[in-house]
């Protein structure tokens, strides 16, 4: 079993809709983080957290939302879906780094959203 | 501003030829790492090799190997003796490692291409 799980892996929906895609891990790590990925702009930050009590924005935050429910588990919504919102959409999970750590990320396998 | 450039948005090279993937990086910290992830056409983030700012030696794990030139800022990917399956999109990503939680940054990508 992936030590990142993320799902829906793909969904279409249409303009307005609110979409919610999930994301558990078994990594035991307190740090996870949403990105989506757009052709030619890399991965860019939505939204992480470090640990329940815990979220902050990243730089492309509006339109979306997020909870985490346990450590375990951090959810993206976008309340009312549009276009350009198309993107996918990856969880991951870090450790905090230090001298034994990299804070390497590790990825879920990622969720392909199409917002017609 | 911390930013992570990779000029080249896409290579070719031959089977069982050496490849250098172009990144070079922007920050005024001291403590960061580097990190190289692989993503193939099903779309998952694999982790391939990470150096530390304050690696003396450059890292290497197995064909890949990154060439750390730090006064020019510079973090190249070397994939010796490149395989067919070594086509996908490489990411280059930077950790700052700041009080009040990790800073990451990904560059936007080159796409690979190895030919029979």
């Known amino acids: 079993d992936a030590d990142v799980t993320q799902t829906p892996r793909n969904r279409i929906t249409k303009t307005g809709k609110r979409i919610m895609l999930e994301c558990s891990q078994t990594?035991?790590?307190?740090?996870m983080y949403w990105y989506r990925q757009d052709p030619g702009l890399g991965l860019r930050l939505i939204y992480y957290?470090?640990?329940?009590?815990?979220?902050n924005k990243g730089e492309i935050s509006d339109g979306y939302s997020v909870s985490r429910q346990a450590q375990a588990k951090f959810s993206l919504s976008l309340e009312s879906a549009i276009p350009n919102q198309t993107a996918l959409y990856f969880c991951?999970?870090?450790?905090?780094?230090?001298?034994?750590?990299?804070?390497?990320?590790?990825f879920g396998e990622g969720s392909r959203l199409t917002v017609l | 501003a911390q930013k992570i450039t990779q000029t080249q948005p896409g290579m070719f090279v031959q089977e069982k030829e050496a490849v250098t993937l172009d990144c070079t990086y922007d920050?005024?910290?001291?403590?960061?790492?580097l990190f190289w992830y692989k993503q193939p056409s099903s779309g998952e983030m694999i982790f391939l090799i990470y150096?530390?700012?304050?690696?003396?030696q450059n890292a290497t794990e197995g064909r890949y190997s990154l060439n750390f030139q730090k006064a020019r800022k510079s973090a190249n990917l070397v994939i010796s003796a490149s395989q067919l399956g070594d086509s996908a999109m490489y990411f280059c990503?930077?950790?700052?490692?700041?009080?009040?939680?990790?800073?990451?940054?990904f560059g936007a990508g080159t796409i690979l291409r190895v030919k029979s």
């Open positions: 957290s470090f640990d329940v009590k815990d979220i």
């Open positions: 990594k035991g790590h307190d740090r």
């Open positions: 920050t005024s910290d001291q403590s960061y790492g």
């Open positions: 990503a930077m950790i700052l490692y700041q009080r009040g939680g990790n800073k990451l940054v």
């Open positions: 991951a999970v870090a450790n905090p780094g230090g001298k034994a750590n990299t804070g390497e990320l590790f």
């Open positions: 150096q530390g700012s304050y690696d003396e």
